[in-house]
T-cell receptor, first 110, second 114 residues
Framework: GQQLNQSPQSMFIQEGEDVSMNCTSSSIFNTWLWYKQEPGEGPVLLIALYKAGELTSNGRLTAQFGITRKDSFLNISASIPSDVGIYFCAGQVGTYKYIFGTGTRLKVLA | DAGVIQSPRHEVTEMGQEVTLRCKPISGHNSLFWYRQTMMRGLELLIYFNNNVPIDDSGMPEDRFSAKMPNASFSTLKIQPSEPRDSAVYFC????????????FGEGSWLTVV
């Protein structure tokens, strides 16, 4: 079946550093979504990407929809302690279905 | 606007008991999804509905799991009988079925089967 490979699996970084994570697949997706999940909560939408090549920012977050439609990356600039959490990518297949990546666990050391 | 509302937030039950998880999607959203999250398998899509009709239930693990959506504002996921390996967080999510739609999650139901 379709899979999303998300990397890295986990990251430990110093406060102030930039972070980069990505998702790749052998399948083509219509939409890419990036979510953050904090302990005890559901995933919360960060950025949505709708067109190949699209680059979108949300504060310190920037994400891009790959030209091939098979990949996407998320960058976080100048990380702060509250960036801690699990970041998920999700790709939309067909009209209704969303496939999620395995997540990147981010820890920020003050 | 209210988000996706799930209940119960936490449930501990004994093996063999029936478990019913409930979801109220965001008003106006016509697609609803049930996901299961575990450390080992991440977020797995169990089933999704469009306009109250089940579209794809291929992710439902076995016959012990069933889901219904009797109307646009309510869905249930039932496990009968429950087993310890069903312990997980179950998320409901919804979206408006239009171009450029994004999916919004509830806070999850944390199930422990002992």
């Amino acid at each position: 079946g379709q899979q999303l490979n998300q990397s890295p699996q986990s990251m430990f970084i110093q406060e102030g550093e930039d972070v980069s994570m990505n998702c790749t697949s052998s399948s083509i997706f219509n939409t890419w979504l990036w979510y953050k999940q904090e302990p005890g909560e559901g995933p919360v939408l960060l950025i949505a990407l709708y067109k190949a090549g699209e680059l979108t920012s949300n504060g310190r977050l920037t994400a891009q929809f790959g030209i091939t439609r098979k990949d996407s990356f998320l960058n976080i600039s100048a990380s702060i302690p509250s960036d801690v959490g699990i970041y998920f990518c999700a790709g939309q297949v067909g009209t209704y279905k969303y496939i999620f990546g395995t997540g990147t666990r981010l820890k920020v050391l003050a | 606007d209210a988000g996706v509302i799930q209940s119960p937030r936490h449930e501990v039950t004994e093996m063999g008991q029936e478990v019913t998880l409930r979801c109220k999607p965001i008003s106006g959203h016509n697609s609803l999804f049930w996901y299961r999250q575990t450390m080992m398998r991440g977020l797995e899509l169990l089933i999704y509905f469009n306009n109250n009709v089940p579209i794809d239930d291929s992710g439902m693990p076995e016959d012990r799991f069933s889901a219904k959506m009797p109307n646009a504002s309510f869905s249930t996921l039932k496990i009968q009988p429950s087993e310890p390996r069903d312990s997980a967080v179950y998320f409901c999510a919804s979206t408006r079925n239009t171009a450029g739609n994004t999916i919004y999650f509830g806070e999850g139901s944390w199930l422990t089967v002992v």
